[in-house]
């Protein structure tokens, strides 16, 4: 699978972006679709994650209420619509997607294929 994330830019604080994630394979063979962040300094975070078969969404503690992860089957993409954005979600978000159970979907070890990152700006 490649996975292709777009959608990043500078916004300001309160503003919204949406990240995209488009998968070469097609999807009824993805088991999940997750969304990660790094911010400099710091290590890899989970943000989102969706269940490809089942359509469960799980959220970060961080982002939950503000940031809402979806699919479209038909473009075998992944959707992260980020609303009310603080600076402190400032970072390189990325995508993966798993091909089969691999654990939990909130751990880096829950994927096995990742895109390319996607940067993501929100000035105070």
């Known amino acids: 699978v490649q996975l292709q994330a777009s959608g990043g830019g500078l916004v300001q604080a309160g503003g919204s972006l949406r990240l995209s994630c488009a998968a070469s394979r097609r999807t009824f063979s993805i088991y999940a679709v997750g969304w990660f962040r790094q911010a400099p300094g710091k290590e890899r975070e989970f943000v989102a994650a969706i269940n ?28 992260l619509q980020m609303n009310s954005l603080e600076p402190e979600d400032t970072a390189v978000y990325y995508c993966a997607a798993a091909s089969y159970y691999r654990g939990s979907l909130r ?14 700006t929100v000035s105070s």
């Open 52 to 79: 490809w078969r089942v359509s469960s969404t799980y959220y970060a503690d961080s982002v939950k209420g503000r940031f809402t992860i979806s699919r479209d089957n038909a473009k075998n993409t992944v959707f």
């Open 107 to 120: 751990s880096d070890a829950g994927y096995d294929f990742w895109g390319q990152g996607t940067q993501v």
